[in-house]
């Protein structure tokens, strides 16, 4: 149940991270470099970002589990584990979208087009492992 | 139309390479008349198709770029600038093709030129100076005389607008711009002979308001960037005030032009002196294009500072302090353009800004000096204007 949720979310965020940083780079407010306090902003805000909307999907998942009849101690379990995975997500989309945004546009090629496919299929990889990583090695589901 | 290849260039980028482009080719431009020289017109062409690119290729990339309305009415401003840009280096390259097509100029045109505030000279070198063999950047022309060099021409090859790795050789000939003092300082240092050079006295009139004139559009072409990079209205409106003042001029040169044509033998000069005034009055109509997007905008978009703060010409404010060594000097003893590269365009005294000062205009403590030349030499003001030197 989790997997589509943690796909659609760190793959909007990829995509916002994406979008924002390819105009940047257009514009020359972002170098394709690592520093710069555009980029650093962009990078806070996509940190603080995910963290507030996991933290609210997990909050979502703690009360569909209470619904479902999981028992509060098994929901708040998956509601932990939903919340982890989405922090150990976020580095990746983060990582992942600067990555591919400045190699596109050194290359020539117009980061918009390059970066949001590409960026989508990673995290939808990267959501399903950490998660899984997640469930079976702390939470023990 | 040939298929432009889109690098990866952002739009601060190609907005700094537009205005750099721009400012040398109206020295070129200038240049080229002065000195009657075609192959100078020439490469002011070759600038021009390049600013043709440059021109196509910010457009391409801010249709790529605008995400929102708000974006985009901030962006518009950054094409209106792009566009005043190229807006000079047309009015340049009309000024150029006149000299491509061999036209034949008034000489008065090229009195009026040398009496401009801002020199223009061709130096050659001669053998054994102490200024060959030896790199611009070591020569520190700028930041000790004021002078900057636009090309140089080595043999048939000419370098436009050399970088400071550049080195120069005996029997170069560079074309500087700078001071008169400072140009005269060069001419000493190259083993060159003096200039000298009398005006003619005929048509005083023409030969000075022409001369204001140039002055004039240069000026508000620096005033007006100046608006853009702080983001100053009223800096905007003194540029305004100095458009009236060059419409009055321009009429009145149209009218001692016509009526010196009655009597004048050489009306074709005159008709092509007249070509020049309309490309300089291009060019003060561009600052004003520019100021249009401070005075219209309530924000600008920050790409244009970063993209003014790269350019090639600086411009900077620099607060007097009491200590600094400027207070209670006028701007004649200071000569802060042949000392260290960067002359005052403007000083904001209290509230009032006085635009293109006086001479014997002296400083205050508490003036801010608006100050425009080489990185280095705005710099230098900085410094000396805070008293720490």
Same mark, same amino acid.
């Not at chain 2, 070198?125 to 070591?138: Q, R, Y």
């Not at chain 2, 990185?375 to 008293?387: C, F, I, P, Q, S």
């Given at each position: 149940m989790m997997i589509p949720l943690l796909n659609g979310t760190g793959c909007n965020l990829g995509c916002i991270l994406g979008a924002r940083l390819g105009s940047a780079l257009h514009l020359g407010t972002v170098e394709p470099r690592l520093k710069g306090r555009v980029l650093r902003k962009n990078v806070h805000a996509s940190v603080?970002? @995910?963290?507030?909307?996991? @933290?609210?999907?997990?909050?979502i998942v703690f009360m569909i589990a209470c619904i479902w009849g999981m028992g509060f101690a098994m929901a708040a379990k998956h509601a932990l584990a939903f919340i982890l995975a989405g922090m150990l997500l976020t580095p990746v989309i983060v990582v992942s979208t600067i990555m591919l945004a400045f190699l596109s546009f050194k290359k020539g090629l117009d980061p918009d087009n390059v970066v949001i496919p590409i960026t989508t299929s990673i995290i939808d990889v990267a959501a399903a492992i950490s998660l899984l990583i997640i469930a079976i090695s702390i939470v023990g589901l | 139309m040939k298929e432009i290849e889109s690098e990866p260039r952002s739009v601060r980028e190609l907005l700094t390479e537009m205005k750099n482009v721009s400012d040398l080719m109206i020295d070129l431009a200038y240049a080229a008349v002065l000195f009657n020289n075609s192959e100078l017109a020439d490469r002011v062409h070759e600038l021009e198709t390049k600013m043709d690119e440059l021109m196509y290729n910010i457009r391409t990339i801010v249709a790529v770029v605008t995400r929102n309305v708000r974006e985009a009415k901030k962006i518009t401003g950054i094409l209106q600038v792009a566009s005043a840009a190229e807006a000079i280096s047309n009015a340049t390259d009309d000024i150029a093709d006149l000299i491509r097509e061999g036209a034949k100029i008034h000489p008065i045109v090229h009195d009026a030129f040398r009496i401009a505030n801002e020199k223009i000279a061709w130096v050659n070198?001669?053998?054994?100076?102490?200024?060959?063999?030896?790199?611009?950047?070591?020569l520190k022309l700028a930041s000790t005389i004021g002078v900057t060099v636009l090309a140089i021409k080595r043999a048939?090859?000419?370098?436009?607008?050399?970088?400071?790795?550049?080195?120069?050789?005996?029997?170069?000939?560079?074309?500087?711009?700078?001071?008169?003092?400072?140009?005269?300082?060069?001419?000493?240092?190259a083993g060159a002979p003096k200039e000298t050079w009398v005006p003619e006295r005929e048509l005083p009139d023409i030969r000075v308001t022409l001369a204001e004139m140039r002055d004039l559009s240069s000026l508000a072409v620096d005033m007006a960037y100046c608006s853009i990079l702080f983001e100053s209205r009223e800096i905007a409106e003194e540029v305004e005030d100095m458009n009236k003042k060059f419409k009055k001029l321009n009429h009145k040169l149209w009218l001692a032009t016509l009526k010196a044509a009655r009597r004048e033998r050489d009306v074709v000069g005159l008709y092509n002196l007249l070509q020049v005034a309309k490309s300089i009055?291009?060019?003060?109509?561009?600052?004003?294009?520019?100021?249009?997007?401070?005075?219209?905008?309530l924000e600008l978009h920050p790409v244009f500072a970063q993209a003014l703060a790269e350019a090639d010409e600086q411009m900077g404010r620099a607060d007097v302090s009491e200590h600094s060594e400027f207070v209670g000097k006028s701007l004649k003893e200071l000569n802060l353009w042949?000392?260290?590269?960067?002359?005052?365009?403007?000083?904001?005294?209290?509230?009032?800004?006085?635009?293109?000062?006086?001479?014997?205009?002296?400083?205050?403590?508490?003036?801010?000096l608006i100050v425009h030349g080489t990185?280095?030499?705005?710099?230098?003001?900085?410094?000396?204007?805070?008293?720490s030197v």
């Open positions: 603080l970002t @995910s963290v507030g909307i996991f @933290s609210f999907i997990s909050v | 070198l001669s053998e054994g100076s102490t200024l060959c063999s030896k790199k611009l950047c070591d048939e090859t000419w370098i436009i607008s050399p970088t400071r790795e550049t080195e120069v050789c005996s029997s170069d000939a560079i074309i500087v711009k700078g001071p008169p003092d400072g140009i005269t300082i060069l001419c000493e240092m009055e291009q060019i003060s109509d561009a600052a004003n294009s520019i100021i249009d997007v401070v005075l219209r905008e042949t000392r260290m590269g960067a002359y005052v365009l403007m000083i904001r005294r209290g509230k009032r800004y006085l635009s293109n000062p006086p001479r014997r205009t002296k400083v205050q403590t508490g003036d801010s990185r280095r030499g705005v710099e230098m003001v900085k410094k000396a204007a805070g008293g």
